[in-house]
């Protein structure tokens, strides 16, 4: 022990993992830290091989999924008896994984299914180009695997999202069946290109080139693409909620008392409501622009909204336009949506006033 440095010998940590540590002196308060111990191999995971039982993973299952979880013989065992009518119903997951900005990782994982079907994982809570990624299992072990890119050095949560399989073959969703993970592992790939840190400004709203800056989430109800200079998101359903289609401007900056205007153009070929919000991207969401519901038509239109940013400079904010479930429209109007429609944006931006 020095002054202002405390060493502890690492034969102390026994294996990988969270580690609670208090310091007790007599008239003084205890002074606790949680410290993350990984194993000497690179892997950001803690347990990525289940040799220390569930410790580091949690599982989540809800809206008619229903699951439990196991580790038998060092491996992870999910029994899926109700997949539930969304990809997120049931959830497996890591969170606090420690990230660099600037950085690009690699994940990959043993998986099987004792029925074939699709999974999603998504790198929850970072700065990640695409979000998430689908892989198709089988009943065999193989490995799986992608990259990604972080430009700020937020924690990730690493989500399996194992509810309704989103593939081709949906079997799985009105069968039980157990879905096996191993060897799950996440590290740096050494001598990947840089990143250059988010500018906090929305940069690319007139679709000139590409799409850049802009994700995309659907639960298996559309696709979105640049076309023509416009952003032409094309939807195949609804979805069960105003989420379930969604596209989004991440990595916004937001100072505390400054007050914004969102401009946009927007139309559809099937005459209908959207929402557009602008909030914290992750954890509870918090609105800094209340949803506002948005009449479109086959008619290009321009709307324009302005508000104060009343809570704390939030560096992690995103604009994010709603297309799935919406309130106000018609079950004929969602049958029209779900047989084939195209919802297109242009000219989007959002400065301080």
Known sequence: MEPGKITIDAAVFPSEGSYTITVEAD?????????????????????????????????WSGEGGVSAFEVKDGVAEILITSAGWEAWHTQF???????????????SFKAKSTVPRQIILEYSNTSAASAQVKFDITADWATYGAKFMVSNSNPLKLNYLIGKSLGTDPTANS??????????????????PPVNPPSGTLDNG????????????FDGTGSAAVKDGEFAIDLTGTGQAAYSA??????????????????????????RNIQVAVEHKGGDYNKYMEAELIALTQSMKEFSYTFTM???????????FLLGLIDGNSTETNNEISAGSTIYLDDVSLIES
């Open 310 to 320: 009343n809570g704390a400079t939030d560096a992690g904010a995103h604009l994010v």
């Open 206 to 217: 007139t679709f000139d080139v590409d799409s850049k800056g802009w994700s995309q989430y």
């Open 27 to 59: 008239h003084y308060a205890n002074g606790s830290v949680l410290q993350t111990i990984l194993a000497n191999d690179n892997n950001l995971v803690i347990n990525g091989s289940f040799g220390s039982g569930k410790t580091g993973w949690s599982t």
């Open 93 to 107: 997951y890591q969170e606090g994984i420690p990230l660099e900005g600037g950085k690009t990782y690699e994940v």
């Open 175 to 192: 069968t039980p069946h157990t879905i096996s993970f191993d060897d799950i592992v996440v590290r740096e790939v050494q001598g990947g």
């Open 246 to 271: 969604q596209v989004d401007y991440e990595n916004l900056k937001l100072i505390q008392g400054k007050t914004y205007t969102l401009k946009f153009k927007a139309r559809s070929t099937v005459n």
